[in-house]
C-alpha cells in the first residue's frame, strides 16, 4: 500500500531485505511511520528550480539541513540520513577517492538527474583568519627553537671559556707581579697548603731568582687544553718566559668551587721549583744567617744526620764562627734546571764577616711529606775544615797512644821519608808521661788547597803538671782526602 507524505513524496513499503538496513524511528501520533533511506528506496525529486526548503523536517522532527547529501550524522549509514552520502571534509568513508578528498559516488541516486549528481567535491579554502593564526604558531614555534638553541649554544659557550677564562687571569696577574690577586683566585685547598705571605714572598722571590715575566701564553698544541663541558676541573698547558730562566712550561690545574674556577695547583715545571722545596731552602738559610745551629740541623735530612751528629754540626758551625767570622747574610741565588715535586738543587750566597761571599749549592728531597736538605756544599758553611779535623783526630790518636792509627793518617810522601818506627819513636814519651791533647790557634788556620797549615800546641802531663809544646802541622789533600803531611815541633 503506497501512502502519500506531506514533505517527502511517495514511499516504498515493502520490506527491507534485511533487518540490519532498518532503523525503526519512534512511533509518532496522526503521523503514517516513515520509510527509511536505503538501496532502491524512491528518493525525493530534485532539480535546481526546486531545491528542498532549509526548514524541512526530517522524520525526527529536526531540520534538514540544505545540502542533501549531508545528514546530521554525515557518513554514518546507522544514522538518520541520506545512506551512502559523502562524508564530511577530512573523515575518510564511503563515496572517497583518497583520504579527505570526495569521489565520485559509486550509484546515482534514483530520480535524480545524472548531470545534477555532482561526482566530485572541492575543499574550500581555508578561512584567512585560520591561515594567519596558523603561521603566527609556526613562526612562534620556530623563535622558541631558535632561542634554545642560541641560549644553549651561549650556555656551552661560556661554560667551555670559564675555565680559559681563569688561566688566561693568572698569566695576566703573574706579568703585572699582582701575587696577592692572584692568591685570591686560589682554591681553597690551596690556600690551606700555604699562607698569603708565603706565597707573595715565593712569587717575588722567583723574579729574583729567574727573572721577571716577559710573556704569558697558552702552549700551541692542540692538546694544551683539557675540559670536558659541565665537569668541575680543567688543565691549561701554559709557557712562562722569564727574563734569566727563559721559557718555561708546565700546567695550571683548575677546579670549580661554587660555580667560580679557581687555581689548585701549579705544576713546578712552570715555576721553576716546587715551592715547598723554596721553603725549606729558605729556613735553612734562615738559621744560618741566625747562627740557629739546632734549626738547621733539622733542616738537614736523615743521609746527613747519619754522618754528623747534631754536637758534630754545632761545632763546626762554631767553630767557622771563629775562623771565618760569623754569618752576615744567606740568600737563595739561582734555580738549577730539572727541579721537581721529588728533588731540587738551589744555589745560595753565604756572606761571612771574615770572608768574600761564598756561592755553593743545596739538594733537597722529600722526606716523609717533607722537604729536606741533604747535601750542602762545604763553602757555603765557610773554610774547608776537613784539616782541622784531622789535626784534632791526629792527637786524640797521640793521646791513645795509638801510634799505627796516627802514623795511617800521614800522607804518602809523608810515609815514604818517615818510617813508622822512627815515628813511634819520635811521638813516644818519657815512663810516667802521657800526652793531654792538643790546643788549636784557630786564627792561624789557612787553606789554599790542596795545602792548609794550621798551629796550636801539643799538651802533654810530666809529674801532675800539663807541659805544651808548639806544633804546625801540614797538610796536603790527596784526591777527595786530606792527610798530614808534616808535624814541625818548635
Known sequence: MDT????????????ASSTSDLVTPPKQSNQPAPSQYGMGAPVPQYSPSNPPLSGALSPYNTPMPANPYVGPYAGDATQPGIAG??????????????????????????????????????????????????????????????????????????????????AAQVCTLVQHQKYADLYANFSSGMQSHITESNFTDAASQLDQLEGSV????????????????????????????????????????????????????????????????????NNFCDALAKA??????????SSFHTQVSQAQFSDRLSVHDKIDGPIT?????????????EAAAITLNVTRKGLPTADGQITLDVEGGTWKVVTVDERLLGTDLAPFYLAKTF???????????????????????????NFARFFTLNPGDRYAGCDFILKSYKVTDPSATLDGYVNFLHQGQTFSVKTTFSFFREGDTWKVSDVQIK
Open 4 to 15: 502519500q507524505s506531506p514533505e517527502y513524496g511517495t514511499q516504498d513499503t515493502t520490506p
Open 85 to 166: 552520502a559523502p562524508p564530511m571534509y577530512g573523515q575518510p568513508g564511503y563515496g572517497q577517492s583518497g583520504y579527505g578528498q570526495p569521489g565520485p559516488v559509486s550509484m546515482p541516486f534514483a530520480g535524480y538527474p545524472p548531470a545534477a549528481i555532482p561526482t566530485t567535491m572541492t575543499t574550500p579554502p581555508p578561512k584567512a583568519k585560520k591561515r594567519r593564526r596558523g603561521l603566527w604558531i609556526a613562526l612562534t614555534i620556530v623563535l622558541v627553537l631558535l632561542l634554545l638553541g642560541g641560549g644553549a649554544g651561549a650556555f656551552a659557550y661560556t661554560q667551555y671559556h670559564a675555565p680559559q677564562d681563569a
Open 214 to 281: 716577559t710573556q704569558c701564553r697558552p702552549a700551541t698544541s692542540a692538546s694544551a687544553f683539557s675540559y670536558t663541558l659541565l665537569g668541575s676541573t680543567a688543565t691549561m698547558l701554559t709557557t712562562l718566559t722569564r727574563a734569566n730562566a727563559g721559557d718555561l712550561q708546565g700546567t695550571i690545574h683548575l677546579v670549580n668551587e661554587n660555580g667560580s674556577w679557581k687555581v689548585d695547583s701549579l705544576d713546578t715545571a712552570l715555576l721553576g721549583v716546587n715551592l715547598d722545596a723554596l721553603q725549606a731552602a
Open 292 to 301: 740557629d745551629a739546632n734549626t738547621a740541623y733539622g733542616a738537614l735530612g
Open 329 to 341: 747574610s744567606c740568600k737563595l741565588a739561582s734555580l738549577l734546571r730539572g727541579n721537581s715535586d
Open 395 to 421: 792527637c786524640s790518636l797521640l793521646t791513645q797512644t795509638d801510634f799505627k792509627a796516627a802514623y795511617s793518617l800521614l800522607a804518602s810522601e809523608a810515609q815514604n821519608g818517615w818510617q813508622y818506627a
